[in-house]
């Protein structure tokens, strides 16, 4: 039978008092405006530390160094910070990774170099309920490079290697995917996927900002071709925060990707007549490395270090958990339903619910300083990133929600 | 004859006193161990407002106001931080201008959508003293879509029209130039170069990047076509902020770019099945706005709205006429030679000076805390951003590096 406000309380209450990550939780800004944060899938908070991170740069290395910082140490920035990415929460060997400009320009730049290095093929797979920024980007580039897509619908269980095997084929040129689902939280069978993708010949592009710090990914292990992924989600690097990209070091010497850029050039400062790429994984930066947008997450990737991204995993899973708790107590008596995966071994960091109120609700919500996120047409997206989120602050937000759909 | 140290020492004085911008020198950050900045044609100094507008905004509107941001303003940045550059430093009326990525980003994603939009032209107009960045992806697109570039090799006089005239014709597609020679400081005259691209049914797009923010621009005015410009250098956005890119409101509906993102969707938040680009110049909007990286240059766009473009511009040309003063009374009898043009009508807002020993100079000064930038092979530019130099500063720098060639 369900549970009262009272015992649900007692295990909100127990579940903190066991957690051993708790005490990472006070690293990071809460305000008491904000009574619950249900979003952190959308855009982490900030660490405390973080103030003072951005204010220290003006005065002690901007200021202080000007140009010469970048001899020091700024030119080297997306390889080095995406070494520490792919160290944290890729599963990447140093040399595969980089931070640069917007998850979506990023996409653009490996979608192209992944099918110009398959010129005999001339689709691209992709499913229905990928993100929109990917469908988009394809769309545009099997616009430019007469291919064509070939769209997945997911089933019950998302997107299968089933599925995938479906479709793939002699004139596959990539898979892209996203390995959590921005929705549901579907969590893909990574490395059965791209086996399959492998075994037609095609490669596996993987979408990780759903997943990146918060699920583990071991993109080396499984073989991964090409990934890209949002470091203001789970990485907590503040509103728009460049992105990373991941390309397999047996791929360096092979593909290209078409941003011709000074600052992935062989040799930036040489000012050459014609552009050589640089060897590695450098050649996917293009232009200046936005210095100052990479600062935050540096914070939030030395705290998951210390954490460990299983522990993160587990916590996640048990907040995912928790909140299905109270959906089940609370929210399913008043017509809410649960529309992510109830397995925890197939769900990424956050749980979708849905009812027909929740457009009225979340601006309610909000005004209140609870804050979930409204996707149309009647998803409430609760995410819940393990290191600044409380089972508590889970209960405090989920009775919100029941509280308003009564309204 | 030459002027003593003494007759410069008192000329600095005479300047400084007489400038009526000089008040604004205090509001950026000056460390003691840097005696001379001449590099704000590199990278701009912080104001000293920016540290604390970094760190508010992390707990006063990230912590604080979380996703509820974005419909708070956060989504409106590319445009309306555009319109702010549009309107202080280019001459452009609302909503032409956004700022957004890369300017190598915004420079593919530009002349993609100017080549694209003229397909019975298959050339590229563009100069070999040009930018590597600029010449880099000119190369790639040129690649990709089976243009021909044809080079201009600039006269004493840098890229004339009369230049520009032997090369246009009906197969020109788009003429790309910077409007400031990122060695040489040569001015090109725009709208002549313009009236002739356009006199031949080509397009015109210029680079900026070395003269927003220092040199009026006057986009509408001479019917410019595209531009894209670096907001770290004369705007002072810190290192590798984001680029802004202009797209002239009678191609709004005609260009279309090529790295199609959901924040450049008509409605982005519907997570639609098709892309359907924003009307007007959102369009050239691909990912998430860098909010962080955008908050540095609005701080310098308040300050140059409050001292005027046309003032910065007469200081600019005030400060390289006395850094060719000293030039003349101190560095041409060491050997040196002045590699930009001696009429301050045709020079932009830095002077290169040129030695064989300048490779050898340049690292030592950086040590003494005097900070030009070198430029192979014997180049030593001298940048001087107006509103955060003085001509004693100048001086104290040139000084430098007399006493360095000496050594």
């Known amino acids: 039978m369900p549970e009262s406000v009272n015992d649900l309380l007692a295990r909100a209450a127990a579940l903190d008092a066991a957690d051993e990550l708790s005490t990472h939780r006070a690293a990071f800004v809460h305000v008491d405006e904000v009574r619950a944060y249900l979003d952190g899938n959308s855009l982490g908070r900030p660490l405390r530390r973080t103030r003072e991170s951005l204010a220290s740069f003006v005065d002690e290395v901007w200021a202080t160094r000007l140009i010469r910082a970048w001899d020091e140490g700024w030119f080297d920035t997306p390889t080095e910070l995406g070494d520490t990415i792919g160290r944290v929460a890729l599963g990447a060997a140093t040399g595969q990774t980089v931070v640069a400009d917007s998850t979506t320009v990023l996409i653009y730049k490996l979608l192209r170099a992944a099918v110009d290095a398959r010129p005999g093929r001339d689709e691209v797979v992709l499913d229905t309920d990928n993100f929109p920024t990917d469908r988009f980007v394809a769309e545009g580039v099997a616009a430019e490079r007469g291919l064509t897509l070939r769209w997945i619908t997911p089933g019950p269980d998302g997107v299968t290697p089933e599925l995938v095997h479906d479709v793939v084929g002699p004139r596959t040129a990539v898979v892209l995917l996203s390995q959590v689902d921005f929705r549901s939280a579907q969590l893909a069978d990574l490395p059965g996927i791209t086996a399959v993708a492998h075994d037609a010949g095609a490669l596996a592009m993987w979408d990780l900002s759903h997943s990146a710090g ?34 397999a070091a047996r791929h360096h010497d092979i593909l290209r990707q078409p941003v011709q850029g000074w600052m992935g050039a062989a040799d930036p400062f040489a000012m050459g007549d014609r552009y050589e790429p ?6 996917l930066v293009s232009g200046t490395p936005p210095v100052v947008g990479m600062l935050a997450m540096r914070d939030m990737l030395a705290l998951l270090d210390v954490a460990g991204l299983d522990a993160v995993r587990a916590k996640s899973v048990a907040l995912t958990e928790f909140a299905i708790e109270v959906h089940d107590a609370l929210l399913a008596p008043r017509g809410v339903t649960l529309a992510s995966p109830r397995d925890a071994s197939v769900r990424g960091g956050h749980v979708t619910l849905e009812h027909d109120d929740f457009s009225r609700v979340v601006p309610e919500l909000w005004r209140q300083g609870v804050i979930p996120d409204f996707r149309p047409p009647r998803g409430l997206r609760v995410g819940l990133s393990p290191l600044s989120t409380s089972f508590r602050e889970v209960l405090t937000g989920l009775r919100a929600v029941a509280d308003e759909v009564d309204a």
């Open 214 to 247: 918060v699920v583990p990914v071991d993109l080396d292990r499984h073989g991964v071709d090409l990934a890209v992924g949002c470091t203001y989600k789970y990485l907590n690097g503040g509103p728009g925060a460049p992105a990373f990209a991941y390309l």
């Open 278 to 283: 640089a060897p590695g994984v450098r050649q």
